[in-house]
C-alpha cells in the first residue's frame, strides 16, 4: 500500500517567486492537512482539506493557499517567497480525519535564497 | 490555546535500558493524542493513537499512556536499540478540530 507522496522533495527559490507544493494521499484518503516544521517554531498546522473543501487553516498569511483535487490529490502554493518560508514542509492524510490519526509523506525542503 | 511540552528536549542513554518519555498539555478536551517519531531530515512516522477514551496502547517495544485529566501522556520505550535513536513528537487533536497541535519533541540517542 503507497504512503502518502509529496513531490519535489527538495526546492531552491528565490526571494519573491512562488512555488507550488504536491501531495498525493494515500489511497481512499479524504483529508489532506498541510504542515510547516522550522527550527525555531516546530510544527505549524497550516490548512486542512477534505472533499475538495477547506476545513480548517492555522494563522498563515494569505500568501499560503491550498487547493484539493477531486482525487484528493492536493497542492499547496505560497507566493512572494521570504526567507522566514525556508523550512521542511510536511503533508499528512488521513480516511476522514481526527478520529483515523494522521499518516506523514517525507516532506518537501524549501529554501528561499 | 492548547500548549504541548516536552520533557525533557534531549536524552541519552545506554543501550538496552528502558525509557520514558513525557508530553503534557494543557487543554484536556482532546478528541485523540497520536506519537511519532522523526529521523533527521525525513517526515513524521506514526507509533501511536490513543482515543480520549482508551488510557494506553502499544505496539511491540512500545507503549503509551493517557491521562486526560492530568493532561498527560507517556510514551515506554523497553530495551532500547540504537535504531531508536530519533526525535520524538507527540500531538493533540481538541475535540472539535481536525489538526494536530505539536509538542517541541524529544531527542533520543541510544548509545551502542
Request: charged letters at 15%; one cysteine or more; glycine letters at 10%.
Amino acid at each position: 500500500k503507497a504512503g502518502v507522496t509529496q513531490t519535489p522533495r527538495y526546492l531552491i527559490k528565490t526571494r519573491g517567486q512562488q512555488v507550488t507544493l504536491s501531495c498525493s494521499p494515500i489511497s481512499g484518503h479524504r483529508s489532506v492537512s498541510w504542515y510547516q516544521q522550522t527550527p525555531g517554531q516546530g510544527l505549524q498546522f497550516l490548512f486542512e482539506y477534505f472533499s475538495e473543501t477547506q476545513r480548517n487553516k492555522g494563522n498563515f498569511p494569505g500568501r499560503f493557499s491550498g487547493r484539493q483535487f477531486s482525487n484528493s490529490r492536493s497542492e499547496m502554493n505560497v507566493s512572494t517567497l521570504e526567507l522566514g518560508d525556508s523550512a521542511l514542509y510536511l503533508c499528512a492524510s488521513s480516511l476522514a480525519g481526527a478520529r483515523d490519526g494522521y499518516t506523514f509523506g517525507s516532506g518537501t525542503r524549501l529554501t528561499v535564497v | 490555546k492548547q500548549e504541548v511540552t516536552q520533557i525533557p528536549a534531549a536524552l541519552s542513554v545506554p543501550e538496552g535500558e528502558n525509557l520514558v518519555l513525557n508530553c503534557s498539555f494543557t487543554d484536556s478536551a482532546i478528541y485523540n493524542l497520536q506519537w511519532f517519531r522523526q529521523d533527521p531530515g525525513k517526515g513524521l512516522t506514526s507509533l501511536l493513537l490513543i482515543q480520549s477514551s482508551q488510557r494506553e496502547q502499544t505496539s511491540g517495544r512500545l507503549n503509551a499512556s493517557l491521562d486526560k485529566s492530568s493532561g498527560r501522556s507517556t510514551l515506554y520505550i523497553a530495551a532500547s536499540q540504537p535504531g531508536d535513536s530519533a526525535t520524538y513528537l507527540c500531538a493533540v487533536i481538541r475535540t472539535g478540530a481536525n489538526n494536530l497541535f505539536f509538542g517541541t519533541g524529544t531527542r533520543l540517542t541510544v548509545i551502542p
